[in-house]
T-cell receptor, first 116, second 115 residues
C-alpha cells in the first residue's frame, strides 16, 4: 500500500547522542518535507527537498541536517541531541503536477523524540 | 515570506451547530489554500482545498470560502458531529508551473464539539 513510513515511532535518548530519523515513501512523490510539531501545536517546516540531491532549509532554524540520495528516502540527522530537540517530527511528501489536480501533502505518522 | 494568521485558537460548539475558522495571508501571490485536520495522536490529513480562481468550494458538510481582495479564507463546518473534534490547520502557498511551493501553515484551531 502506498504510504509514508517513519521510524522509529518513539525515541528516548540521552544528550549528546547522534540520531537519524528515517522517512520513506512509496507514493512515487518527488517532494518531501520535515516538520517539527509539539503535540497539537503549530507545524514548523525545518527542511524540504524537491528531488534527489536537492535540499533546502525551512522556516524554522534547526540544528538538524537532511539528505536526499534516493527519491523515496529522506532521513533527518541530529549530530548532537539536546533537550530542546524534544518534539514530534513529521515527514511529508507531495507530487509535482502540471495540471490543476491535487497538490496534497501526505504526512507520515511521526516520530516522537525525547532527549533527556 | 508568506505569513498566515489563524483565528480562533480554540473553538467549542454544540453538536449540530456550525463552526467557522478564519485565516488571513500576507502574500498576494499565494494561490493555493488547503485545510488539514489533525485528530489527537494522528497525522494531519487534507480535508478540503481551494485555488484562487474560485471563491467557494463545498464537500458535504465542509466548505471553504476565499476573498482574494481581503486576503482571507475561511473553513465552514455545518451540522457538527463529535468526530469533528480535532485541530484544524489552514495553509497557503504559491503554485507555479513546477508545482506547489512549500506550504505556510497557520497556528491551528482546536475545535471541540460538545455533545
Amino acid at each position: 500500500e502506498a504510504d509514508i513510513y517513519q521510524t522509529p515511532r518513539y525515541l528516548v535518548i540521552g544528550t549528546g547522542k547522534k540520531i537519524t530519523l528515517e522517512c520513506s515513501q512509496t507514493m512515487g512523490h518527488d517532494k518531501m518535507y520535515w516538520y517539527q510539531q509539539d503535540p497539537g501545536m503549530e507545524l514548523h517546516l525545518i527542511h524540504y527537498s524537491y528531488g534527489v540531491n536537492s535540499t533546502e532549509k525551512g522556516d524554522l532554524s534547526s540544528e538538524s541536517t537532511v539528505s536526499r540520495i534516493r527519491t523515496e528516502h529522506f532521513p533527518l540527522t541530529l549530530e548532537s541531541a539536546r533537550p530542546s530537540h524534544t518534539s514530534q517530527y513529521l515527514c511529508a511528501s507531495s507530487e509535482t503536477l502540471y495540471s490543476t489536480a491535487t497538490d496534497t501533502q501526505y504526512f507520515g505518522p511521526g516520530t516522537r523524540l525525547t532527549v533527556l | 515570506g508568506e505569513n498566515v494568521e489563524q483565528h480562533p485558537s480554540t473553538l467549542s460548539v454544540q453538536e449540530g451547530d456550525s463552526a467557522v475558522i478564519k485565516c488571513t495571508y500576507s502574500d498576494s501571490a499565494s494561490n493555493y489554500f488547503p485545510w488539514y485536520k489533525q485528530e489527537l495522536g494522528k497525522r494531519p490529513q487534507l480535508i478540503i482545498d481551494i485555488r484562487s480562481n474560485v471563491g467557494e468550494k463545498k464537500d458535504q458538510r465542509i466548505a471553504v470560502t476565499l476573498n482574494k481582495t481581503a486576503k482571507h479564507f475561511s473553513l465552514h463546518i455545518t451540522e457538527t458531529q463529535p468526530e469533528d473534534s480535532a485541530v484544524y490547520f489552514c495553509a497557503a502557498s504559491i503554485r507555479s508551473n513546477f508545482g506547489n511551493e512549500k506550504l505556510t501553515f497557520g497556528t491551528g484551531t482546536r475545535l471541540t464539539i460538545i455533545p
